[in-house]
């Protein structure tokens, strides 16, 4: 089974902090996604990745960057976080053409 | 990628099938249907996906109507875990973005 990883269930952070939240997946996927989940809204794609080192801007990119050093890991990280990013967060990994298989979610509460 | 309809809730007896039905009248030839659910605070989970033929795994069937434009998953024998919100997603095959399109789902309560 895949297995997708997320280093934390629950983040508080303060406003204006830097938020690295991890994921690493076991199945030598070469896609890997962060979305992020608001009620009403569904989920979002923030940003993804298809190899090493590459990355492809989502839909909402704007106050996340990410960062992909190796094939099975991949970090979103908040530069300066905003009370407007207080959200459920999910990493998601596939090998094409693949469905996708998510992580369990952090849930991420910017005070 | 094709927009999906789904009614809003629905019902199931423990036991029972559960029969999850998903309109996508715009679906085009290269699209394949997906379901995921998701149980309240956890991540989507992947049930099932098909073209055309009709679909069946441990967890679920699927039935894709010959015109392709709605499709069926049924969970054969539904148990209080398989309360959840279901998610019909219609995706090109090779869309490597990932922009999965989730609409609003079904939340199925399963009912002792």
């Known amino acids: 089974d895949v297995k997708v990883t997320q280093s934390s269930r629950y983040l508080v952070k303060r406003t204006g902090e830097k938020v690295f939240l991890e994921c690493v997946q076991d199945?030598?996927?070469?896609?890997m996604f962060w979305y992020r989940q608001d009620p009403g809204l569904g989920l979002r794609l923030i940003y993804f990745s298809y190899d090493v080192k590459m990355k492809e801007k989502g839909d909402i990119p704007e106050g996340y960057s990410v960062s992909r050093e190796k094939k099975e890991r991949f970090s979103l990280i908040l530069e300066s976080a905003s009370t407007n990013q207080t959200s459920m967060y999910l990493c998601?990994?596939?090998?094409?053409?693949?469905?996708?298989?998510f992580g369990n979610g952090t849930r991420l509460t910017v005070t | 990628d094709a927009k999906t309809t789904q009614p809003p809730s629905m019902d199931c007896a423990e036991g029972r099938a559960a029969n999850l039905p998903c309109n996508h009248s715009?679906?085009?030839?290269?699209?394949?249907v997906y379901w995921y659910r998701q149980i309240h605070s956890q991540g989507p989970q992947y049930i099932i996906h098909?073209?055309?033929n009709n679909e069946t795994n441990e967890m679920a069937s699927l039935i894709i109507t010959e015109d392709r434009k709605s499709s069926t998953l049924i969970l054969p024998h539904a148990t209080l875990r398989d309360t959840a919100v279901y998610y019909c997603i219609v995706r090109g095959i090779y869309n490597q973005g990932g922009k999965l399109i989730f609409g609003q789902g079904t939340e199925l309560s399963v009912k002792p």
């Open positions: 098909g073209l055309k």
């Open positions: 715009t679906i085009s030839g290269n699209e394949y």
């Open positions: 199945m030598d996927h070469e896609n």
């Open positions: 998601a990994s596939s090998t094409r053409p693949s469905p996708l298989h």
